[in-house]
């Protein structure tokens, strides 16, 4: 069975400063989707950025970023010239399928201060 | 941007009763999904839909909940007896068909069981 961890509770980053989140996976399959996901207080989740395991290329989104590695099973999130509208709840997510279940970890609560 | 809407925003039963969830999806999706986060809680995964089927459920979907796509529009989540434990926020998700990942939630209903 897939699971997703996320081992840090809560981050926090000053405004303009860059905070990075950890996430590891467990699997066996070659071919899989990895997933940031944003849930601020209003609880809807936000799509952040999306990882093909097949792609080698890290996946960027403006100030997101992320540092994929394979082998490790390593999805780390660096959110750089951090703003107050970041503050939220981070969930690391895998999908085996395209059309498959998320597995969600159990996130990072990121709090920005000014 | 097209969106999933989810209606109630915040629904209040008493033990025992059953309820309704509804959700329109995107229209031109295929995959529909329910998600539940318990407050402070990781996302778990309930049930995905497809075909007018059932392709997979978690073990929390158990007989006291169905699924259903009455009109083609709409997609809904029974809960036949609520117990005080399914408490917790319901998201709706639906993905365009299986060569995209993109996974689009709904805002979400607060089911409160009293």
């Known amino acids: 069975a897939q699971t997703v961890t996320q081992s840090q509770p809560e981050m926090s980053v000053q405004e303009a400063e860059t905070v990075t989140l950890s996430c590891t996976y467990d699997?066996?399959?070659?071919?899989?989707?990895l997933f940031w996901y944003k849930q601020p207080p209003s609880r809807q989740m936000i799509l952040v950025i999306r990882?093909?395991?097949?792609?080698?290329q890290n996946a960027t989104e403006n100030r997101f970023s992320v540092n994929f590695q394979k082998a490790a099973k390593s999805f780390s999130l660096k959110i750089s010239d951090s703003q107050l509208g970041d503050a939220a709840m981070y969930f690391c997510?895998?999908?085996?399928?395209?059309?498959?279940?998320?597995?969600f970890g159990a996130g990072t609560q990121v709090v920005v201060t000014p | 941007e097209p969106e999933v809407t989810q209606t109630p925003s915040h629904q209040v039963t008493q033990m025992g009763q059953e309820v309704i969830l509804r959700c329109v999806p995107i229209?031109?999706?295929?995959?529909f999904y329910w998600y539940r986060q318990i407050l402070g809680q990781k996302v778990e995964f309930l049930v995905s839909?497809?075909?007018?089927?059932?392709?997979?459920k978690s073990e929390i979907f158990d007989d006291q909940f169905s699924v259903e796509r009455p009109d083609g529009s709409n997609f809904t989540l029974k809960i036949r007896s609520t117990k005080l434990e399914d408490s917790a926020m319901y998201f709706c998700?639906?993905?365009?068909?299986?060569?995209?990942?993109?996974?689009?939630f709904g805002s979400g209903t607060q089911l409160s069981v009293l």
């Open positions: 990882q093909e395991a097949y792609k080698q």
């Open positions: 997510a895998y999908r085996r399928y395209s059309w498959g279940k998320l597995q």
């Open positions: 998700a639906s993905s365009e068909d299986s060569s995209n990942e993109k996974l689009f």
């Open positions: 229209s031109n999706h295929l995959y």
């Open positions: 839909f497809y075909n007018n089927e059932i392709s997979e």
């Open positions: 699997t066996s399959e070659s071919d899989y989707y």
